[in-house]
């Protein structure tokens, strides 16, 4: 049986693998994000792959506190990092209200992308590690929101913890026509690319 570990606190995220009916323990990673990368698929894919050596070479001092873990088996730690990217620029998560609004009204009515990084690593019960990295990219179409519409929505919260300053899942669903690509990679972990990686490697996610 496989321990699987989640890296990150994202309840979206969590509610995905609980959807696709994933047992697993969440561990969020928490060091400093380090980008070297320049490009958005690159950049978290980097991330994603921080998020998850982090938390796997804290394994052990994390069993201390859930013995569950602690067991001769292997285990798969799943980290990941979703920006948002428009003509050349990303957005990350904003850091206040200004900054909000600012990414809002550059992605009022046209075309962004929508990355997620997810690195998936896999260690075994005699220790050797192995990695699966790969980007997600899903284009979103939204229309244009004027200026009451932006500070309504912030006023919500939601933007908040969010790349981008939006949810698709949420209160900004009003705003979006159309996608092209996996509604779930938007929200936050391309759970279809997951299991599709994972087989073609010749790994079971429910085994």
């Known amino acids: ?119 998936i690593l896999l260690v075994s019960a005699s220790g050797r590690v192995g990695e699966i990295c790969f980007a997600e990219c899903t284009r979103v179409f939204m229309r244009a929101m004027d200026d009451q519409e932006i500070r309504r929505y912030i006023a919500t919260g939601e933007p908040f913890d969010k790349a981008g300053a939006y949810g698709i899942q949420g209160k900004c669903a009003i705003y979006i026509d159309k996608i092209d690509g996996d509604y779930n990679n938007v929200v936050g972990l391309p759970v279809a690319a997951i299991y599709r990686e994972l087989k073609r490697v010749g790994i079971d996610l429910y085994v």
Request: charged share 30%; aromatic share 4%; with cysteine.
């Open 1 to 119: 049986m496989r321990q699987i570990i989640l890296a990150s606190a994202s309840p979206r995220r969590r509610e995905l693998l609980e959807q696709i009916g994933v047992s697993f323990e969440v561990c969020p990673a928490k060091g400093a994000e380090i980008i070297t990368k320049e490009q958005p698929d690159e950049i978290v894919k980097e991330l994603a792959g921080q998020k998850a050596r982090e938390v796997a070479s804290m394994i052990t001092s994390y069993g201390q506190r859930h013995e569950e873990l602690v067991t001769p088996q292997d285990l798969m730690v799943i980290g990941a990092d979703t920006v948002v990217a428009k003509e050349g620029e990303i957005f990350g998560k904003p850091e206040d209200e200004a900054d909000a609004y600012r990414m809002l009204a550059s992605l009022s009515g046209g075309m962004h992308e929508v990355y997620t990084g997810v690195s």
